[in-house]
């Protein structure tokens, strides 16, 4: 599946953005992840196919995952960024029934990223 992010920018800190994902085919699940310089890839959301929603404790609360009827499209809801938000955001989906998109090393398809920089 392709997967094209849209949505990154530069925001001021405590300011919101809100990153799209279009799939170009089916999935079971969809997450996001992002990806600081230097950094490991790290998990942020999730959605199945049930509408099921996790999150990771760093954006719990002010991260909203979301996806269009029809499935085709995600949506990361980003609300009181921080500098420490800063990072290239990346789509990832798997059309497997036993993944639910929350580990990378599982994950089937990625997106090309789409960077957020939060300054102070």
């Known amino acids: 599946v392709r997967l094209v992010e849209s949505g990154g920018g530069s925001v001021q800190a405590g300011g919101s953005l809100r990153l799209s994902c279009a799939a170009s085919?089916?999935?079971?699940?969809m997450g996001w992840f992002r990806q600081a310089p230097g950094k490991e890839r790290e998990w942020l959301a999730s959605?199945?196919?049930?509408?099921?929603?996790t999150y990771a404790d760093a954006v719990k609360g002010r991260f909203t995952i979301s996806q269009d009827n029809a499935k085709t499209t995600l949506y990361l809801q980003m609300n009181g960024l921080n500098v420490e938000d800063t990072a290239m955001y990346y789509c990832?989906?798997?059309?497997?029934?036993?993944?639910?998109?929350?580990?990378?090393?599982?994950?089937?398809?990625w997106g090309q990223g789409t960077q957020v920089t939060v300054s102070s």
């Open positions: 959605i199945n196919r049930a509408h099921t929603t």
């Open positions: 085919g089916y999935t079971y699940c």
């Open positions: 990832a989906a798997s059309p497997y029934v036993t993944n639910s998109c929350h580990i990378k090393e599982l994950i089937d398809d």
